[in-house]
């Protein structure tokens, strides 16, 4: 019992100081050590390896939580079968004294107790408050679409500070590349009719963490579809038809190959009385080019410059208008 005891104080001091310190240790190190825009790669493979350590830690707690119960139970049991056999005998003996010897059976084999996992894993998850609410927002480990990245936090912040500046109240709203889902579950508890988009992959995740947020406290239930950018827009979601008051994206530009497909993506959303609105982190000089790219596509607002965060926001319109 010492030594489990010891193991599970362990765990726990070793789980608490990771929650605690994971984050603020990791931002200081990227952003001042190796320059946080140079590795960005890295910063993500590191966040994985903190929430791995979390599951197994939370899982060997269960485990020498259940130990000690088994271990516990198991002692109680074998008090009681001590008993039952020392009563046991004693009566065996006295039937022998009195019906004179008799061949002994082989005593049934004693069933093991086998020890099964309550917990097999959990999975941690990020708390944020917006629009007086607050939002509990599951993450995946398998996917850069399944991570809060800092330009949806600042997007999200500057929605609900600017609720007269941008008005979502009974608008219809497209999210592009939603990933988790915070700002649509943002854009919902402001009143918004919301579509959320991404990749089939990071759908389920995507439509849990909408349903988990908004459920009760919306005035439209959000949506939720597939959307890969620039493949077949004009069948898949025809313009005469889906037409929407605001786009919203949130760190959509990052060091992938799809940077062209992400504008033509927007353009075809963007339609004459659409505003569209961007949040972005940079980080690449990718990230540069794609702007000048956007400014030459649209008519284009800078609505807030955030240094520390290195995020800018922007509202665009089309040139059509």
Avoid at 72 to 98: A, F, L, Y
Avoid at 247 to 254: E, T
Wanted: aromatic share 8%; proline share 3%.
């Amino acid at each position: 019992m010492k030594g489990g005891s010891g193991r599970m104080l362990l765990v726990y001091k070793l789980r608490r100081e990771l929650q605690q310190d994971a984050r603020s240790v990791l931002h200081h190190w990227c952003a001042k050590r190796l320059g946080f825009h140079r590795c960005w790669s890295l910063q993500l493979r590191i966040v994985w390896l903190i929430k791995g350590v979390l599951v197994v830690t939370e899982t060997l707690h269960a485990m020498s939580g259940q130990e000690e119960t088994d271990s516990s139970i198991k002692q109680e049991v074998q008090g009681e079968e001590d008993t039952d056999t020392s009563e046991t005998e004693e009566k065996n003996e006295e039937m022998k004294d009195e019906a004179g010897p008799e061949v002994e059976e082989d005593p049934a084999p004693k069933e093991k107790s086998v020890w099964v996992p309550s917990v097999l894993c959990t999975i941690s998850k990020e708390r944020h408050s917006f629009v007086g609410y607050t939002i509990d927002i599951y993450e995946s480990l398998d996917s850069f679409g399944a991570v809060i990245w800092p330009a949806a936090l600042a997007l999200c912040q500057f929605l609900d500070n600017n609720r007269k500046q941008i008005d979502l109240l009974d608008k219809t709203v497209l999210e592009i590349g939603a990933g988790t889902g915070l700002v649509s579950i943002v854009a919902c508890l402001l009143g918004a009719s919301v579509t959320a988009t991404d990749l089939p992959e990071i759908l389920g995740n995507l439509c849990c963490n909408l349903n988990r947020n908004t459920r009760g406290h919306c005035k439209y239930t959000p949506q939720v579809a597939a959307l890969c950018w620039e493949q077949d827009l004009e069948q898949s979601y025809p313009r005469s038809i889906y037409r929407y008051d605001y786009v919203l994206a949130a760190d959509v530009v990052y060091h992938h190959d799809f940077l062209d497909e992400l504008l033509v993506t927007m353009k075809h959303f963007c339609l004459p009385g659409t505003t569209l609105v961007w949040a972005n982190k940079i980080r690449f000089q990718t990230d540069l080019r794609f702007t000048d790219n956007f400014k030459q596509a649209f008519h284009t607002t800078l609505l807030a410059d955030l240094p520390e965060q290195e995020v800018k926001i922007f509202m665009a319109r089309s040139r059509e208008e």
